[in-house]
């Protein structure tokens, strides 16, 4: 008998982890990053990070180009594609490093145009976002930018 | 009109005579005539040893009396004891609390480094490019808290080029 509702609160509570962490997503977005006389208002994804960025990439304005958002599971491959001419293959792995704080180590393809550019692995805490430096085009830098979102409460 | 207590001391010390004397001692013998041959004892007393003995030294009898009556009547010592009320206990605790943090924050406190709360944390473990052109480097500025993924060597994208 014991046994049985040991069981039965030990499946309760994987079943419960399982559920909270098929919650958890991922927001990708493709970013312009220019330099002009009166700079747009940052969007409000990258108003955590957009003084950062300035400093970083020393441009004074950042424009969504696309973005996706899609759900993300353990060992579970998916297609992110925030634009047409840029998409990523995503893996996730749960991360077991502190300071991850439950977030992720994707192994992450970019491609641009059906042609890889780089293959990586990164570990994502939380709503820490990673950004890849992408071509420079005409109209000013491309930034890839990758963040793992926690279910929202 | 005299009391009969000015006329019972006076009586006592064998002032009264005449009729004044048998009009008193006739009182005398209606309100308490069994006091009357012990009182007229304690007059006779008085009247024959009226005069006190001289005391040569008057300050020692005077130390020896007081010192005998010291000694016969002890003063009650004192219990000294810490039973505090509650409300002097309450009192006391709030007091020393409030010294305990205001000698933290003043002494302890400012040489506590207040930790910075930074949870950003994205850590790029490995990269490799599949174009010899191409060269991606992974950058992690301590001072802004931002990791990025450096491409270097991609082709300049030209202005016809639609991004969207």
Same mark, same amino acid.
Request: hydrophobic residues 45%; proline residues 8%.
């Given at each position: 008998?014991?046994?049985?509702?040991?069981?039965?609160?030990?499946?309760?509570?994987?079943? @419960?982890?399982?559920?909270?962490? @098929?919650?958890?997503?991922?927001?990708?977005?493709?970013?312009?990053?220019?330099?002009?006389?009166?700079?747009?208002?940052?969007?409000?994804?990258?108003?955590?990070?957009?003084?950062?960025?300035? /400093?970083?990439?020393?441009?004074?304005?950042f424009e969504i180009l696309g973005s996706t958002t899609t759900t993300i599971d353990d060992q579970v491959e998916r297609w992110l594609i925030p634009t047409e001419h840029f998409w990523?293959?995503?893996k996730a792995r749960h991360a077991s490093a502190k300071e991850a704080r439950g977030g992720y180590l994707l192994n992450l393809q970019l491609f641009h145009d059906k042609r890889q550019?780089?293959?990586?692995?990164?570990?994502?805490?939380?709503?820490?976002?990673?950004?890849?430096?992408?071509?420079?085009?005409? /109209?000013?830098?491309?930034?890839?930018?990758?963040?793992?979102?926690?279910?929202?409460? | 009109?005299?009391?009969?207590?000015?006329?019972?001391?006076?009586?006592?010390?064998?002032?009264?005579?005449?009729?004044?004397?048998?009009?008193?001692?006739?009182?005398?013998?209606?309100?308490?005539?069994?006091?009357?041959?012990?009182?007229?004892?304690?007059?006779?007393?008085?009247?024959?040893?009226?005069?006190?003995?001289?005391?040569?030294?008057?300050?020692?009898?005077?130390?020896?009396?007081?010192?005998?009556?010291?000694?016969?009547?002890?003063?009650?010592?004192?219990?000294?004891?810490?039973?505090?009320?509650?409300?002097?206990?309450?009192?006391?605790?709030?007091?020393?609390?409030?010294?305990?943090?205001?000698?933290?924050?003043?002494?302890?406190?400012?040489?506590?480094?207040?930790? #910075?709360?930074?949870?950003?944390?994205?850590?790029? #473990?490995?990269?490799?490019?599949?174009?010899?052109?191409?060269?991606?480097?992974?950058v992690y500025n301590p001072k802004d808290n931002v990791t990025v993924l450096w491409i270097e060597g991609l082709d300049y994208l030209p202005a016809s080029y639609k991004l969207q």
């Amino acid at each position: 008998m014991t046994v049985k509702i040991l069981r039965s609160a030990l499946f309760l509570i994987l079943l @419960a982890s399982v559920s909270a962490r @098929a919650e958890d997503k991922i927001w990708s977005a493709v970013v312009i990053a220019s330099n002009v006389g009166t700079p747009r208002e940052a969007p409000t994804q990258l108003l955590p990070v957009i003084n950062r960025l300035k /400093r970083v990439f020393g441009y004074n304005q950042f424009e969504i180009l696309g973005s996706t958002t899609t759900t993300i599971d353990d060992q579970v491959e998916r297609w992110l594609i925030p634009t047409e001419h840029f998409w990523l293959n995503v893996k996730a792995r749960h991360a077991s490093a502190k300071e991850a704080r439950g977030g992720y180590l994707l192994n992450l393809q970019l491609f641009h145009d059906k042609r890889q550019l780089v293959e990586t692995e990164a570990k994502l805490a939380p709503d820490s976002p990673l950004f890849i430096r992408g071509p420079l085009h005409a /109209r000013g830098q491309i930034l890839i930018v990758l963040q793992v979102q926690p279910p929202a409460n | 009109m005299k009391t009969f207590e000015e006329r019972y001391t006076a009586w006592i010390d064998g002032k009264l005579s005449g009729s004044e004397l048998a009009c008193f001692e006739r009182e005398l013998d209606a309100t308490a005539p069994p006091d009357k041959a012990s009182a007229q004892q304690l007059g006779d007393l008085l009247r024959h040893h009226s005069d006190a003995p001289a005391l040569p030294n008057a300050d020692f009898f005077t130390h020896q009396i007081m010192h005998r009556i010291a000694s016969e009547n002890p003063e009650p010592q004192r219990r000294r004891s810490w039973s505090w009320s509650i409300p002097r206990l309450a009192w006391a605790g709030a007091l020393s609390l409030l010294l305990a943090g205001a000698l933290f924050k003043t002494i302890i406190l400012p040489d506590v480094p207040k930790p #910075v709360v930074d949870p950003y944390f994205a850590e790029i #473990v490995d990269v490799r490019t599949f174009d010899p052109n191409i060269s991606a480097t992974p950058v992690y500025n301590p001072k802004d808290n931002v990791t990025v993924l450096w491409i270097e060597g991609l082709d300049y994208l030209p202005a016809s080029y639609k991004l969207q």
